[in-house]
């Protein structure tokens, strides 16, 4: 008989296809007992990504694979943890995906991803599934859109998003002399807020934006296209269904950045290319009091929460949060970016219909707040947003919760990780110096031409 729910791990990818790996925990219903090597079409696969040892995750899919199987007579969920840096995910993931024998029924899907994996076949389209369900009506609008295909197909639910935005050190500001209550309303004046912490000689570093290719995504999310929203530009026009060349805002954002470097604002360029310094930012810099300004996303408070990575019982006083304004406060005065992840339903699952059953259970009110607070995520769902616990469980949820409504989300098209490499590449040549804003960006503008075709690019006058 088998174990209504069950964890596989596949710690290899050489053996990551091998569909009957070695079983890592077992985690049985009370009423149900005994042990499977080989699975039926009575059992479900989810497939998930795993942070090292951080098994947060897995716990909480264990509570709902739990009530999902109660509901479900002879059903099993097989919960699969894929252990992984999150590109190495995306690739075990598709490995997985791609063969009828190994694919799982279920997997956890980034919206970074998401229009590559369609592009690839990965993902079957489910419209006629979410018509006919009712909570679908409660997302976000612009979480409903970052789930469809350039067809407006819908392939995902996206059930955990992020915004972005500026955290302050109120401890830092106050050795500096400034205000602890801030919100700049242009990029001026956060360059000149963190000149004055320059200028205090008390220890901290001015500001930090993730930039060049060793910061990754965040470089470019975090970075470069939260200040590029803010202008009268953007990475693609859906009007014309063009990419955007010869774009001022993006000179104007390259820009910046070398004023950051230039003007001593920022850390020192040499270490911006330290992969880890990520974890040495949000972790020890910031909390330190070695860091003024940090523009981040709404979910690294949960690194300071106690139990967590990076306990800092204060945070929630001597932290202060500020929206990213707009470059000389145009309006509608801020800007954020918003990405996130969901659940999918891969081409090759084995019952369509109750994959989508599990996903519905996923997708409980009730499980989705257990899952924002535990994850340390916001909702993309009004419902949600509105639920007392979920408001309560962190004092900058409603905050970051509540600029959902206008967030800009990337473009969604499968080249846009190709596109994202090219702005780390030209933000890279900026910050050593080898070329200027205006040089940087017309490298890009080429790159981006080579990826998308010339006739997929519009030109703007710079």
């Not at 408001?391 to 800009?408: I, K």
Request: charged share 20%.
């Amino acid at each position: 008989m088998h174990h209504a729910v069950r964890v596989t791990n596949r710690p290899s990818r050489r053996n990551f296809l091998t569909v009957t790996g070695g079983v890592a925990a077992a985690l049985p219903l009370s009423m149900l007992t005994g042990c499977a090597s080989e699975r039926d079409a009575s059992t479900l696969r989810i497939a998930f990504q795993q942070f090292g040892s951080d098994t947060n995750l897995q716990r909480w899919l264990t509570g709902v694979a739990e009530a999902f199987t109660a509901k479900h007579a002879g059903v099993s969920v097989e919960l699969v943890p894929i252990v992984a840096a999150t590109n190495d995910y995306f690739t075990k993931n598709e490995l997985l995906m791609s063969s009828p024998r190994s694919c799982p029924d279920v997997v956890f899907e980034d919206s970074f991803i998401l229009q590559s994996d369609i592009a690839a076949g990965y993902l079957q389209p489910i419209d006629d599934l979410v018509d006919a369900w009712e909570a679908w009506e409660s997302f976000y609008p612009a979480s409903k859109e970052a789930a469809k295909d350039p067809e407006g197909r819908v392939h995902f639910i996206p059930t955990e998003t992020d915004t972005r935005g500026i955290y302050y050190h109120k401890r830092v500001f106050e050795k500096a002399g400034l205000p602890t209550e801030w919100q700049p309303s242009t990029w001026d004046d956060i360059a000149e807020t963190a000149a004055v912490i320059r200028d205090a000689d008390i220890g901290a570093t001015g500001m930090f934006m993730y930039c060049g290719k060793a910061q990754g995504e965040s470089a470019s999310m975090q970075g470069l296209e939260m200040l590029l929203y803010g202008t009268n530009d953007t990475l693609y026009n859906p009007e014309t269904k063009k990419w955007v060349a010869r774009s001022q805002g993006f000179i104007d954002a390259l820009a910046f950045y070398k004023r950051q470097f230039d003007e001593g604002l920022t850390l020192p360029a040499a270490r911006h290319f330290d992969p880890n310094l990520m974890d040495a930012v949000q972790a020890t810099m910031f909390p330190a009091g070695e860091l003024g300004i940090l523009i981040d996303g709404s979910w690294i408070s949960f690194l300071w929460a106690e139990g967590s990575l990076a306990p800092w019982p204060t945070w929630p006083d001597d932290v202060g949060v500020a929206f990213m304004p707009t470059q000389h406060g145009e309006a509608p005065g801020s800007t954020t970016l918003a990405g996130g992840w969901g659940w999918a339903i891969p081409t090759h699952a084995r019952d369509r219909d109750l994959s989508f059953a599990l996903v519905e259970e996923l997708c409980s009110l009730e499980h989705q707040v257990r899952r924002n607070i535990t994850g340390g995520t916001l909702t993309t769902r009004r419902d949600v947003a509105q639920n007392e616990e979920y408001r309560g469980y962190s004092p900058t949820v409603g905050f970051f919760t509540d600029m959902l409504e206008g967030a800009h989300y990337r473009p969604a098209f499968a080249v846009y990780p190709e596109v994202s490499s090219a702005i780390q590449d030209a933000m890279d040549t900026v910050m050593v110096g080898d070329k200027t804003p205006e040089q940087a960006a017309a490298w890009y503008d080429a790159k981006l031409a080579e990826l998308v075709g010339d006739v997929n690019v519009e030109t703007r006058k710079a």
